[in-house]
Nanobody
Framework: QVQLVESGGGLVQPGGSQRLSCAAS????????????MGWYRQAPGKQRELVAL???????NYVDSVKGRFTISRDNAKKMVYLQMNSLKPEDTAVYYC?????????????WGQGTQVTVSS
């Protein structure tokens, strides 16, 4: 069974840092982990889910403009992990953050989501 499990969310003060982690489980999924593009999305109350950061299987990264220079996405294919380092956090970064694995370039069914982790930026 494929699972993505996020961790590392919580309450942080403005200007602070937080690191989110996403762990992959499921034997087939883990064996193919390196082919997936991995992304972090977020959804704030009353807003649509948006892509925050993406890392391709080759290691190229893309970020939404609002987090450029503050957030860093990385992956460890050996550990089947994806990370999102968030620095200089702002109240507008408050949202539920979701991990996504996108392998639809290989099969339309290769698209998985985690359950989400809440990040709250507040003093």
């Amino acid at each position: 069974q494929v699972q993505l499990v996020e961790s590392g969310g919580g309450l942080v003060q403005p200007g602070g840092s937080q690191r989110l982690s996403c762990a992959a489980s499921g034997s087939l999924f883990r064996s193919l982990f390196s082919i997936y593009a991995m992304g972090w999305y977020r959804q704030a109350p009353g807003k649509q889910r948006e892509l925050v950061a993406l890392i391709t299987k080759g290691g190229s990264t893309n970020y939404v403009d609002s987090v450029k220079g503050r957030f860093t996405i990385s992956r460890d294919n050996a550990k089947k992990m994806v990370y999102l380092q968030m620095n200089s956090l702002k109240p507008e970064d408050t949202a539920v953050y979701y991990c996504n694995a996108d392998g639809t370039a290989y099969s339309p069914t290769y698209n998985y989501w985690g359950q989400g982790t809440q990040v709250t930026v507040s003093s």
